[in-house]
């Protein structure tokens, strides 16, 4: 195609078709990223909100047909307002009122019109499957076959069959270079090792969703290699981290590994293609106790399925009681990499999770085993209400997984904690309001972003954390206040947030696509592996990757979709846990709750 050029005023123009076409492209797309709202949709009774950035006059904005054929609902933006952080302009586009199923766009006249998405029941169903099928594309050691993975197929990686036993994990039974098996498991996160500390958080949060919504996670079939048996797939799942986490468990003494290692990260290589020598390194506190919490836990889950799972159940009690007569008997033991790496050899520079403070592992394990064994002594041997904080749950911070877990199953405990009940519902009720107290008065309306602070490594992980606090805080209460809040911070990770990202790979029109993970980045495939929730926006990103790209000043805009931000852009399973509990929460409990329209 031929194209024609004229000089005005200085400036150089085209004027051929291809550049009109271009340049209407371009503001359309510029348009489409101006109008932040869930990629995916809405549910018809719940509430529907867009953030409207930019400079424009406000007026009207319409809701179309996706063929934009027919207007079917006309609103009026609201006021300006300057965002907190970036002092960017802002209008909202509220069709809450709206119900009737449909596919559809928002369109606002001067600026364009938004991205296509759904209103319908069930609208974020395939997503919970894929935020689940996620972990199966962590899985090692075993190959993912394409009847599974389709084009994520890959070849098994790290059979861990032949693991050494690191100097720093040395006992009299297992003296340095002893070898062990220790097979199966999840990669973290964009690299290819294992920690318990991380697996603790992340597994006490799956088996904490299917605790909550039993009936939904029977009901779904994820097509992986066990759907077809008669455990829920989300349950085996987890199975196949949990066999793993068995195996770092010393038989002898009852101390758990801190991780599973090369002593230096991989390339990016595709994980059958990551042979390095492995090692189980050093046994820590933190480590046994999150282990203990999620034996105990895992107990009770597995408990219905002693037929299909024999003897699982008391074996997972069996290395939790283990886990925590090691703790008892050392309850100190801080796992410093540096310290260990002045000692001994090989140095090991993978991720640490180093944590110092084991009091919230040590409320977790014992509410986990008290809560299955009825036994009043774990009660006991904490302090359950140490201060008047309700912390938000993260890797090194647990304690609230406890409290869940004695909300959970109140009406089933002894009076050890019926004394404390009350309060942990109220400091929980107290600690959603604070999570409310504002939300609907910042820049886009959500509980998640309301302080910078939020605004850390893994921030997409405090949005749906503090999803999981407000189900919570629902299901104990029944104010619809808190699911619609909940609901919002699902609405900010798809979307409606201050970068224009879903931050799920796969869902959205604008999701990361270059996500810091190893398979994704090696494997030659255009998109990345779906389900996967990035670590998302990071104040401090730039300083702590010194990725190239980063333009923004405002804490809630710094985010690079880029493979080289692992500050910004990884994934990890810790993260796409709380994206599972929310996804799924909301799913189960939309009809319940009125927000599918076939319930008031």
């Known amino acids: 195609m031929q194209i024609f050029?004229?000089?005005i005023g200085g400036l150089l123009l085209c004027l051929s078709a291809s550049c009109v076409s271009a340049q209407k492209q371009q503001k359309a797309q510029q348009a489409q990223e101006q109008i932040r709202l869930n990629q995916l949709g809405f549910y018809p009774a719940a509430s529907k909100i867009a953030v409207v950035v930019g400079e424009n006059q406000g007026g009207k904005f319409y809701l179309k047909t996706a063929d934009r054929s027919k207007t079917v609902y006309t609103g009026t933006l609201s006021d300006m307002k300057a965002a907190e952080f970036s002092g960017r302009p802002t209008r909202i586009a509220d069709f809450s009122s709206y119900t009737k199923p449909g596919t559809y766009v928002l369109e606002i006249p001067g600026l364009g019109r938004s991205y296509t998405f759904e209103i319908k029941p069930d609208v974020h169903r395939a997503l919970a499957a894929a935020a689940i099928k996620g972990f199966y594309y962590q899985r090692m050691s075993t190959d993912l076959p394409e009847q599974y993975a389709g084009k994520w197929h890959r070849p098994a990686g790290h059979p861990d069959n032949n693991v050494l036993v690191h100097p720093a994990a040395a006992s009299a039974g297992r003296p340095a270079g002893t070898v062990?098996?220790?097979?199966?498991?999840?990669?973290?996160?964009?690299?290819?090792?294992?920690?318990?500390?991380?697996?603790g958080i992340t597994m006490g949060t799956l088996l904490s969703a299917y605790e909550d919504f039993p009936l939904y996670y029977k009901a779904q079939n994820l097509n992986i290699p066990e759907s077809k048996n008669t455990v829920p797939d989300l349950l085996d799942e987890a199975l196949w981290n949990l066999r793993w986490m068995l195996t770092m468990q010393d038989p002898a003494d009852g101390g758990v590994y801190h991780k599973l290692t090369n002593p230096v990260f991989d390339g990016m290589v595709m994980p059958d293609q990551a042979t390095k020598p492995r090692y189980v390194v050093q046994k820590g506190t933190a480590a046994t106790l999150d282990f203990a919490a999620v034996m105990a836990q895992a107990c009770r889950v597995f408990r219905e399925y002693e037929k299909e799972l024999p003897g699982l159940s008391d074996s997972c009690l069996t290395a939790a009681t283990s886990a925590w007569a090691w703790a008892q008997q050392n309850p100190d033991v801080v796992y410093d990499q540096e310290a260990m790496n002045k000692q001994f050899d090989p140095d090991v520079t993978t991720g640490a999770y180093g944590d110092k403070d084991f009091g919230d592992e040590r409320i977790w394990a014992a509410a986990e085993l008290y809560t299955t064994t009825k036994d009043d002594s774990y009660y006991?041997?904490?302090?359950?209400?140490?201060?008047?904080?309700?912390?938000?749950?993260?890797?090194?911070?647990?304690?609230?997984?406890?409290?869940?877990?004695?909300?959970?199953?109140?009406?089933?405990l002894t009076p050890a904690a019926g004394k404390d009940l009350p309060e942990i519902k109220k400091r929980l009720q107290q600690f959603a309001d604070q999570l409310l107290d504002g939300a609907a008065a910042n820049a886009y309306k959500t509980a998640m972003g309301k302080v910078k602070e939020d605004y850390i490594w893994g921030s997409s992980a405090v949005a749906a954390n503090q999803g999981i606090a407000l189900v919570q805080a629902y299901t104990q209460t029944g104010n619809k206040h808190y699911l619609q809040a909940a609901l919002a911070n699902l609405d900010y990770l798809l979307g409606r947030n201050a970068v224009g990202y879903s931050f799920v790979t796969g869902f959205g029109d604008k999701a990361t696509m270059h996500p810091h993970h190893r398979p994704s980045i090696a494997d030659g495939i255009a998109e990345p592996v779906p389900g996967l929730l990035s670590g998302g926006t990071n104040a401090n990103a730039p300083r702590q990757d010194n990725c190239k790209g980063y333009t923004a000043t405002a804490p809630d805009e710094m985010y690079l979709d880029d493979d080289c931000s692992y500050a910004s852009n990884e994934i990890a399973i810790n993260w796409n846990a709380p994206l599972v509990y929310l996804a799924g929460a909301l799913e189960a409990l939309q009809q319940k709750a009125g927000m599918s329209g076939a319930a008031k």
């Open 180 to 199: 062990i098996a220790s097979p199966r498991g999840w990669y973290d996160a964009g690299d290819y090792n294992k920690y318990v500390v991380n697996s």
């Open 5 to 7: 050029y004229k000089t």
């Open 380 to 412: 006991k041997a904490v302090n359950m209400l140490p201060d008047t904080k309700m912390p938000l749950p993260s890797w090194a911070q647990v304690r609230l997984l406890g409290y869940y877990t004695l909300l959970r199953h109140s009406s089933n």
